[in-house]
T-cell receptor, first 118, second 112 residues
Framework: NAGVMQNPRHLVRRRGQEARLRCSPM?????VYWYRQLPEEGLKFMVY????????ESGMPKERFSAEFPKEGPSILRIQQVVRGDSAAYFC????????????????FGPGTRLLVL | DAKTTQPNSMESNEEEPVHLPCNHS???????IHWYRQLPSQGPEYVIH???SNVNNRMASLAIAEDRKSSTLILHRATLRDAAVYYC?????????????FGQGTILTVHP
């Protein structure tokens, strides 16, 4: 069973360009989470999605960032007009069902996409 | 969101037990306590989780204080492969479900 896949693993962009990060969850998982890890900092939650729905985007910056998880295909984290402060490792995790509410399913993390903005 | 406090770093010798503490005094009654670890240049890896009772699995044990304001991850016999950053991460129930709240983590160094 393949794990969570993220691509690209490394992405270099110039300021003002767009960055698209892709995440394919584990087979059978319908819940996706995105986290960001800035240099020398811990992981911060960004957004939680189910198929075609954004459940919690409380950690997403209000501007330039968007996320989707379509019915078919991978989840996409999109950063428009990137700035140097967006340089970070972006991790995607998936789980088979929502955690909490009496269920505690493990979140499985991908290897991350390391974004460098020049 | 529950806040966590962990030591910045800890050291251990190979084959010895390691106790990694975490304070989460603002945790709510429905928050589970998850532990993950992260090796360099890799994504976090699930270690263990619990609510109120102590938990054991093949990787580690989790001891949760009776008042749930702290917990301790126990590696019974540290190996070199256990060197990583260890995070305790409460996960909220209710409307915030799904969201892991990571602290700064503890860098574990294992000496041969």
């Amino acid at each position: 069973n393949a794990g969570v896949m993220q691509n690209p693993r490394h992405l270099v962009r110039r300021r003002g360009q767009e960055a698209r990060l892709r995440c394919s969850p584990m087979k059978g998982h319908s819940h996706v989470y995105w986290y960001r890890q800035l240099p020398e900092e811990g992981l911060k939650f960004m957004v939680y999605l189910q198929k075609e729905n954004i459940i919690d985007e409380s950690g997403m910056p209000k501007e330039r960032f968007s996320a989707e998880f379509p019915k078919e295909g991978p989840s996409i984290l999109r950063i428009q007009q990137v700035v140097r402060g967006d340089s970070a490792a972006y991790f995607c995790a998936s789980s088979p069902r929502s955690v909490g509410g009496g269920y505690q399913e493990t979140q499985y993390f991908g290897p991350g996409t390391r974004l460098l903005v020049l | 969101d529950a806040k966590t406090t962990q030591p910045n770093s800890m050291e251990s010798n190979e084959e010895e037990p390691v106790h990694l503490p975490c304070n989460h005094s603002t945790i709510s009654g429905t928050d589970y306590i998850h532990w993950y670890r992260q090796l360099p240049s890799q994504g976090p890896e699930y270690v263990i989780h619990g609510l109120t009772s102590n938990v054991n699995n093949r990787m580690a044990s989790l001891a949760i204080a009776e008042d749930r304001k702290s917990s301790t991850l126990i590696l019974h016999r540290a190996t070199l492969r256990d060197a990583a950053v260890y995070y305790c991460a409460p996960i909220a129930g209710g409307t915030s479900y799904g969201k892991l709240t990571f602290g700064q983590g503890t860098i574990l160094t294992v000496h041969p």
